[in-house]
C-alpha cells in the first residue's frame, strides 16, 4: 500500500478482555515498530521487528503484551486480560532495512480505550 | 539512557509569523539521529526534517529548518511564514546510531497558529 495501515481506527473493549490490533507496513519495508502513546504524552517504543523476528522487545511493559509478524510483513499487536491502563493510541511504523538512519513511517494509531 | 525533554507545552502564534520550538536531549553517544515529527489530530506522525549528529550544517525544509547545537545538546525547530496548516502537535525525537533502532520522543508541544 501506499502507507503504513492500523486496524481497527479505534477500539472498545471491556477490562480483563483479550484485543488485537493489526499493522500492515509499506510494502518492502523489512523493519516494523510498534509504539504507545499515551494521553498527552509522546510515543514510548514497544518492541521493533526486523523480517518475522522481534530483534528488540524491551519496550513490552509485562508479558500481557505480545505482538507477532510470521510472515514479515503484517504484524499483530495482542494484549491478554486488558487493564485500564493499557488505554493508549498504538502506533505502528515501518522503515525500509531498519537502520537508524532510515526514516520510520507511521500509521494513524489504533485507539484503544478500556472501561 | 537517552532523554529527550520539550519544556513548552504549549504555544500560539498569529498567521504568517515565526515560530521556534525548543527541545533538548541528554545522551552519551556521538552518532545519533535528531527529528522533528508533526501529528495533526488525524494522529498521524509526519515527518518534518531530520539532523543527523555528525553534519555541522543545520537542516532545512522549505518553511522549516533547525538549530543544532551539539555541545549544548540542543535542537530546536523554526517554522517560518507560519501557515494554518502547521497547527499540530509537534514532538522531537533521537535515535541512536548503535544498538536499539528505537526512537525516543519528547512530551510534545501543541502549536497553534490563528488566523
Known amino acids: 500500500g501506499a502507507g503504513v495501515s492500523q486496524t481497527p481506527s479505534n477500539k472498545v473493549t471491556e477490562k480483563g478482555k483479550y484485543v488485537e490490533l493489526r499493522c500492515d507496513p509499506i510494502?518492502?519495508?523489512?523493519?516494523l515498530y510498534w509504539y504507545r502513546q499515551s494521553l498527552g504524552q509522546g510515543p514510548e517504543f514497544l518492541i521493533y521487528f526486523q523480517g518475522t523476528g522481534a530483534a528488540d522487545d524491551s519496550g513490552l511493559p509485562n508479558d500481557r503484551f505480545f505482538a507477532v509478524r510470521p510472515e514479515g510483513s503484517v504484524s499483530t499487536l495482542k494484549i491478554q486480560r486488558t487493564e485500564r491502563g493499557d488505554s493508549a493510541v498504538y502506533l505502528c511504523?515501518?522503515?525500509?532495512?531498519?537502520?537508524?538512519?532510515?526514516?520510520?513511517?507511521f500509521g494513524p494509531g489504533t485507539r484503544l480505550t478500556v472501561l | 539512557a537517552q532523554t529527550v525533554t520539550q519544556s513548552q507545552p504549549e504555544m500560539s502564534v498569529q498567521e504568517a509569523e515565526t515560530v521556534t520550538l525548543s527541545c533538548t536531549y541528554d545522551t552519551s553517544e556521538n552518532n545519533y539521529y535528531l527529528f522533528w515529527y508533526k501529528q495533526p489530530p488525524s494522529r498521524q506522525m509526519i515527518l518534518v526534517i531530520r539532523q543527523e549528529a555528525y553534519k555541522q550544517q543545520n537542516a532545512t525544509e522549505n518553511r522549516f529548518s533547525v538549530n543544532f547545537q551539539k555541545a549544548a545538546k540542543s535542537f530546536s525547530l523554526k517554522i517560518s511564514d507560519s501557515q494554518l496548516g502547521d497547527t499540530a502537535m509537534y514532538f522531537c525525537a533521537f535515535i541512536r546510531g548503535e544498538g536499539a533502532q528505537k526512537l525516543v520522543f519528547g512530551q510534545g508541544t501543541r502549536l497553534t497558529i490563528n488566523p
Open positions: 510494502s518492502g519495508h523489512t523493519a
Open positions: 511504523a515501518s522503515s525500509l532495512m531498519g537502520g537508524f538512519t532510515d526514516t520510520q513511517y
